[in-house]
């Protein structure tokens, strides 16, 4: 125990320096030190991260920026961790949250919506709907921040949010906030620019066409229900864990699909299990670790590629304990090297 009252692990030493330092640039409640990563993601699975802050506002933001710029920590940003694996050694560095408050809505003359990073994506869309425009429904079940699914280009129903965004303004490691407009965004299926660690998205703006809302609530109800059915609800889980691949879809269909035709669907590693109700699924059974949801991505990924000649790549990222932030099944690959097959990484 250190003489200010708290203690930290011997793997925390490294960042001890950002830590004082952030205790004199942030207010108390900003920030969380040897914070469990369960408590911060969907899955609850990880280990403690060595801080987590979570700024009040852009200026606070911008001022751990600084912080982290001067001392070199390494630093990952996150929502929600509604797509994320935490690692069972958790994190030697600095987690930034974007929160609820990084909220806001509103609607200028041209019709642009422009709304703040840490909305609750369903909150964003059912004020979309309020406001008369069509385009946003099908995210209506989507359990993350607006900032996350802007980033991950996140959407179902074959619609990414991409479609919808004229700009995102992002604060640079360095302070300076820009705008990117749509096409520098990079977006394509569940993927976008943003993923590369450029920036944090502080807010975006975003165009629709006219719908009418009587007709979009009963859509988003329906969509709603529709998931309800479909999705394991009981068990911790960070939704689908695999992206739709065109060519395999054409030859068995989505992910599931796949995983469910290899024999996997309810096969258990650990505390980790394919969801008996839906396989692109991996539910938490209780004490789950990172490292059996892994395992499962590479049998996953491996058994449907001997069936189909086809590698599935993971949605959801593995954050390291360096602050590597990759998608699980390349993780997955360097852990459980193939089995004798050539897979691309
Ligand atoms: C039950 C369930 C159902 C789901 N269903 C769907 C679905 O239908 N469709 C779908 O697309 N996804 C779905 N997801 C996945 C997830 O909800 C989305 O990807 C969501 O948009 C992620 O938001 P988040 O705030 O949780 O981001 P996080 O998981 O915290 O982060 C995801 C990535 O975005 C980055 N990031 C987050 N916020 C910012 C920011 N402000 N600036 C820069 N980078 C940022 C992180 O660094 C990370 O790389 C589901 C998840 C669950 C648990």
Same mark, same amino acid.
């Given at each position: ?41 969907r ?39 509604s797509n ?36 609750w994506v369903p909150s964003?869309v059912r004020?979309?709907i ?6 946003a429904t099908h995210a209506i079940g989507i359990p993350g921040?607006?900032?996350?699914l802007?980033?991950?280009?996140g959407g179902s129903q074959r619609h ?30 569940? $993927? %976008? ?5 450029? @920036? &944090?998205?502080?807010? !975006?703006?975003? =165009?629709?066409? +006219? ?5 979009l609530r009963r859509e988003a109800i329906a969509i709603l229900a529709a998931r309800r059915a479909k999705f394991p609800r009981v068990r911790a889980n960070c939704g689908s864990v695999?992206?739709s ?9 989505p992910p599931g ?18 969801s008996?109700d839906h396989a692109n699924f991996?539910v ?16 996953? $990924? %491996? ?5 189909? @000649? &086809?590698?599935?790549? !993971?949605e959801? =990222?593995?954050? +390291? ?25």
């Amino acid at each position: 125990m250190a003489a200010d009252g708290f203690s930290l692990s011997d793997g925390a030493a490294s960042t001890r320096p950002a830590i004082d330092a952030l205790r004199d640039a942030l207010p108390a409640e900003a920030l969380a030190l040897d914070l469990p990563l369960a408590t911060l993601g969907r899955w609850r699975i990880g280990g403690p991260a060595d801080a987590v802050v979570t700024p009040r506002d852009v200026d606070a933001l911008r001022a751990a920026l600084m912080v982290i710029a001067r001392t070199g920590v390494p630093h990952v940003i996150v929502g929600d961790g509604s797509n994320l694996l935490y690692d069972d050694a958790g994190f030697r560095g600095v987690v930034v949250r974007i929160g609820r408050a990084f909220g806001g809505f509103s609607i200028d003359a041209d019709g642009v919506v422009e709304a703040g990073a840490g909305l609750w994506v369903p909150s964003f869309v059912r004020q979309v709907i309020e406001a008369g425009m069509a385009g946003a429904t099908h995210a209506i079940g989507i359990p993350g921040t607006l900032g996350g699914l802007v980033t991950m280009n996140g959407g179902s129903q074959r619609h990414g949010i991409g479609e919808n965004v004229v700009s995102a303004d992002v604060l640079a490691r360095d302070g300076t906030l820009s705008r990117i407009e749509h096409a520098d965004l990079g977006y394509g299926y569940r $993927r %976008s620019a943003l993923q590369s660690g450029g @920036g &944090i998205v502080v807010s !975006a703006r975003f =165009r629709f066409k +006219a719908g009418d809302r009587h007709a979009l609530r009963r859509e988003a109800i329906a969509i709603l229900a529709a998931r309800r059915a479909k999705f394991p609800r009981v068990r911790a889980n960070c939704g689908s864990v695999f992206v739709s691949d065109p060519a395999l879809y054409s030859l068995i269909g989505p992910p599931g699909m796949a995983i469910e035709k290899a024999g996997l669907k309810g096969t258990s590693i650990g505390g980790a299990q394919f969801s008996p109700d839906h396989a692109n699924f991996i539910v938490n059974n209780g004490d789950a670790r990172s490292r059996d949801v892994l395992e499962l991505i590479h049998l996953a $990924r %491996s058994s449907v590629h001997n069936l189909t @000649g &086809i590698a599935m790549d !993971a949605e959801v =990222r593995h954050l +390291a304990p360096n602050g590597t932030m990759r998608p699980a099944h390349e993780v997955a690959a360097t852990l459980f090297p193939d089995s004798g097959q050539e897979m691309p990484r």
